[in-house]
């Protein structure tokens, strides 16, 4: 069965300092991982994935993510953080053999001034 | 259609009272999904739509809950005989196929009183 799991309910970080959300999986196979943010009273929207190829994934708004297979790991990072970049933060992913994709349970980031 | 569209986007009901949840996926999208987020916590996995069939169904919380797809389009997603603890935010997503990003819709905050 796949899962996904976001450790830290909430992240606080300073305006201009980096920021990095953690995220682990498991699959039983190839892994298909995605990032999801959830700005106040909008819908979610899709930052970035990992289907193949490079390790690190770049995406929207200045996010990347690093797909680590020994750690079973795709943390989400970004090096200077914008108070604007707060907001409900989410880990997806799907097992190549399965159809579901599932979430994670979602990792409040907010940034301070 | 430009995104996905749901309807209603708010719903009250009566514990008891059956309701239908309406979802209109971005023309040409095969993979549709529900999802439900609870106030203040993670989505959690409902049902997945390939065109018409549903491969996966292990989501649904009980006999209470069905869904259709209709048309490679428009998904119903019905909730019988309401509970209190039904009441949540539903949300749909599309998608080309299922390696490709969710498009998620506004969501229906449904309320059982």
């Known amino acids: 069965a796949q899962s996904v799991a976001q450790p830290e309910d909430q992240v606080n970080v300073a305006e201009g300092n980096p920021l990095t959300v953690k995220c682990t999986y498991s699959?039983?196979?190839?892994?298909?991982l995605f990032w999801y943010v959830q700005y106040p009273n909008r819908g979610l929207q899709f930052l970035l994935k990992y289907i193949t190829g490079d390790n690190l994934v770049k995406g929207s708004y200045g996010f990347e993510a690093e797909f680590n297979k020994s750690q079973t790991s795709f943390h989400l990072k970004k090096p200077s953080a914008l108070v604007s970049d707060s907001a409900l933060y989410f880990c997806a992913v799907r097992d190549s053999s399965a159809s579901k994709i599932i979430f994670g349970s979602g990792t409040r980031l907010s940034i301070r001034p | 259609g430009a995104g996905v569209s749901q309807s209603p986007s708010n719903k009250v009901t009566e514990k008891g009272k059956d309701v239908e949840l309406r979802c209109d996926p971005i023309s040409g999208h095969t993979a549709l999904y529900w999802y439900r987020q609870r106030l203040g916590q993670g989505l959690e996995f409902l049902i997945y739509f390939q065109g018409n069939s549903a491969p996966d169904k292990s989501g649904l919380p009980s006999d209470r809950f069905s869904a259709e797809r209709t048309g490679e389009s428009v998904s119903t997603l019905t909730i019988q005989r309401t509970q209190q603890e039904d009441s949540a935010v539903y949300l749909c997503?599309?998608?080309?196929?299922?390696?490709?990003?969710?498009?998620f819709g506004s969501g229906t905050q449904l309320s059982v009183l």
């Open positions: 699959v039983s196979g190839n892994p298909y």
């Open positions: 997503a599309s998608s080309l196929n299922p390696a490709e990003k969710l498009f």
